[in-house]
C-alpha cells in the first residue's frame, strides 16, 4: 500500500495507535470482526487522506476521529440506540451506597465483575459510550476529545456528565440484582 | 472550598482537568474532609476499573495482517 519511504514512515506511526482504534472499535460496535473492518478501512482512509494529518498535531485523535467518523456513517441506518440521556437525573453512586449503608468502595467496587462493567459501557448510547472510551479508557484529555469527536468542549463535558451517571445507575442496578448490595433501587434517587 | 463545591470538581480533578490553583484548593479540602476523600477514591478507583476493565490487545493475527497491507 505504502509507495514511498515516507508513506511507510507515516504507517509505521499510525500503527503505533493501533490498540486505541481497536480497542474503541471493538466497544463501539460490540463485535469483533466488525471492529476488525472498521479500523482497517480507518487505517486505509488515514493512508489516502495522510496529507490532511498536520505534523505535531495529535495523531491518536485524528485516526480515532476517522475511525469514528466511518463508524456512525456504517451506522446512521440503526441510530435507535442512540438514546438521549437527558433525563436520567442525577445519580451519585458513592452516595447512593453510601446513604444505604454500605462501604461504597470496599463493598463495591471490589466486587464488580469487568464483564459488567464492560456490559455497562457497551449500553451506553454510542455518542456518549465514544467519550467514555477516550477520556476514561484512553486517558484523553478534553480538548483531545473534543478534537476527535468534533464537538466543543463543553460538550465532552456534559456528555461524560450524564454517560457516568448512567454508568454509575447500570453498576447499582447489576450490584443489586447479583445481591452485591441490598438497595432501595436506582430510581429513588437523591436530589 | 466546601463540600458542594468539591463534589462538582471532582470529575475533573480525576480528570487533571483542573488548574493548578484549583487543585491546591481541592487537595486541601480533601485533607480535612474524610468523606470528600473517600469519594474522591471512590471516583478514581472507578476510572481505573473502567479503564482496566475495557483493556484489550489487538489479536495479534489482525496486526500482523494490517501491517503487511499498510508497508
New interface residues.
Given amino acids: ?2 509507495e514511498s519511504p515516507a508513506q ?1 514512515a507515516f ?2 506511526e ?2 503505533t495507535h ?2 486505541t482504534l ?2 474503541g472499535a ?2 463501539l460496535t460490540r463485535d ?1 470482526d466488525q471492529a ?1 473492518d472498521l ?2 478501512e480507518a ?2 482512509r488515514a ?1 489516502r487522506y495522510q496529507h490532511s494529518y498536520q505534523q505535531g498535531t495529535n495523531m491518536k485523535a485524528w485516526l480515532f476521529a476517522i475511525m469514528r467518523n466511518l463508524f456512525w456513517d456504517r451506522f446512521k441506518g440503526s441510530r435507535k440506540d442512540d438514546v438521549s440521556l437527558d433525563d436520567v437525573g442525577e445519580f ?4 447512593k451506597l453510601r446513604d444505604e449503608g454500605a462501604r ?2 470496599a463493598d463495591v ?1 471490589d466486587k ?1 465483575a ?2 459488567e ?2 456490559k455497562a ?1 457497551e449500553t451506553l448510547p454510542p455518542l456518549h459510550r465514544e467519550v ?2 477516550l ?3 484512553e ?1 484523553f ?2 480538548k483531545d476529545a473534543a478534537q476527535a469527536l468534533g464537538v466543543p468542549i463543553g460538550t465532552v ?1 456534559s456528555r ?2 450524564r454517560a ?1 451517571q448512567q ?2 445507575r447500570s453498576l447499582y442496578d447489576y450490584a443489586v440484582e447479583s445481591g452485591i448490595v441490598r438497595g432501595n433501587g436506582s430510581q429513588q434517587v437523591r436530589q | 472550598m466546601n463540600c458542594k463545591d468539591c463534589s462538582e470538581k471532582l470529575d475533573r480533578f480525576v480528570d487533571r482537568e483542573l488548574s493548578s490553583t484549583e487543585v491546591l484548593e481541592l487537595q486541601l479540602h480533601l485533607e480535612s474532609c474524610p468523606d470528600c476523600q473517600d469519594h474522591y477514591e471512590f471516583e478514581a478507583h472507578l476510572k481505573r476499573l473502567v479503564r482496566h476493565s475495557c483493556d484489550c490487545d489487538t489479536p495479534p493475527a489482525f496486526r500482523e495482517k494490517l501491517r503487511q497491507l499498510l508497508t
Fill in positions: 500500500m505504502a511507510t504507517a509505521e499510525a500503527l493501533l490498540d481497536y480497542r471493538l466497544r469483533p476488525q479500523v482497517q487505517y486505509l493512508l451519585v453512586l458513592y452516595e461504597p468502595e467496587l464488580l469487568a464483564s462493567v464492560v459501557v467514555v472510551l477520556v476514561d479508557v486517558g484529555s478534553y463535558m461524560l456528565h457516568r454508568l454509575q
